[in-house]
């Protein structure tokens, strides 16, 4: 088995991010917490580093999957708080998910997401960790993230632990 893989990803409210990749095959952690990408350290979006088995599920399936799970192709107000982003750890991973962005463009869609090395990573609280696992009855899960999970239990069922 190869050794666990991260990535970090951004575009929605990380309660969100966070659920829907902790319900992934082969994703064994998801921190939740606030990105900085390399080149602006001193600003932090809300964002999840996941660390996943690429033997199980792959870098471009969790693009994938983060791309249709949030307003990927689309600024909206709260943009500011929430980068449409990926966040790679290295060079290759870097170039990986800019050559998937492209193809999907070249497929007629349309992504604002953007890429970009991390910078830093501060983990969220405890006590707003694991937000969907720990009371998935909240009036907020079923909202917004219900649908979310909905989506890739249709779109990505293979995947779906």
Known sequence: MNDLVR???GGGCHWCTEAVFQSLK???KVDQGYISASNDTDTFFEGVIVHFN????NLEILIEIHLKT???AKNHSLRSRYLSAI????????????NKLKRLSEQSLDFITQVHF????KASR????NYYKTDPERPFCKKYIVPKLE???NDFVNYIK
């Not at 690429?54 to 599920?57: A, G, K, N, R, V």
């Not at 790679?88 to 800019?98: G, V």
């Not at 991390?118 to 990573?121: A, D, P, R, S």
């Open 118 to 121: 991390l910078g830093e990573f």
């Open 54 to 57: 690429p033997e199980i599920i």
């Open 87 to 98: 966040y790679a750890f290295d060079k290759l991973q870097y170039a990986e998910a800019k």
């Open 7 to 9: 990535i970090g990803l």
């Open 126 to 129: 405890e006590q707003i960790t």
């Open 26 to 28: 082969g994703v064994k």
């Open 70 to 72: 949030h307003q990927s």
């Open 151 to 153: 989506l890739i239990q």
